[in-house]
């Protein structure tokens, strides 16, 4: 996945993280809220992350929505020329078409497995925040206790 940053930005008052960020098929934008329960750990460059996965999730969707026409559509012509009656299945033109139908299919699943791994991990991420930076507070305050003797 290939995209450039455009803006990011953070609404104190909202808890609102926004991101846009522009890929090779436009532009997409990630929002992220900040819950009541969170306010104590808030972290503008989580939620920033947050709304950034979102974004790129946005994008991987309709990069798949992309892909998925284009295979459906090599499927077609494949079945239409298997339906010819001079059809030769290893004339160039056929496997041709057959090795770019594989390749895009390979493709799709890639970016399937992709976005779907972005969703598990900006899950698994907001899910053990809290639990991470209680564990980061504590390993600094055992540091400066430890420093303090």
Do not use: P
Not at 45 to 52: I, V
Not at 57 to 74: A, D, N, Q, R
Request: hydrophobic fraction near 30%; charge should be positive; glycine fraction near 4%.
């Amino acid at each position: 996945m290939k995209w450039k940053l455009i803006d990011s930005m953070f609404d104190q008052e909202s808890g609102i993280s926004t991101v846009i960020i522009d890929t090779d098929l436009g532009v997409f934008t990630g929002k992220s809220t900040l819950h009541e329960e969170d306010r104590d750990i808030k972290s503008i460059f989580q939620g920033c992350k947050y709304a950034e996965m979102r974004a790129m999730i946005k994008y991987g969707k309709e990069k798949i929505k992309l892909l998925k026409i284009k295979v459906k559509t090599l499927e077609e012509i494949i079945n239409g020329m298997e339906k010819l009656n001079d059809y030769d299945k290893n004339c160039h033109e056929a496997r041709y078409l057959r090795k770019q139908y594989y390749i895009k299919k390979d493709i799709l699943e890639k970016w399937e497995q992709q976005i779907e791994s972005v969703k598990v991990g900006l899950y698994n991420t907001m899910k053990n925040y809290r639990e991470e930076q209680e564990k980061a507070i504590e390993h600094i305050q055992n540091k400066k206790s430890k420093a303090s003797k």
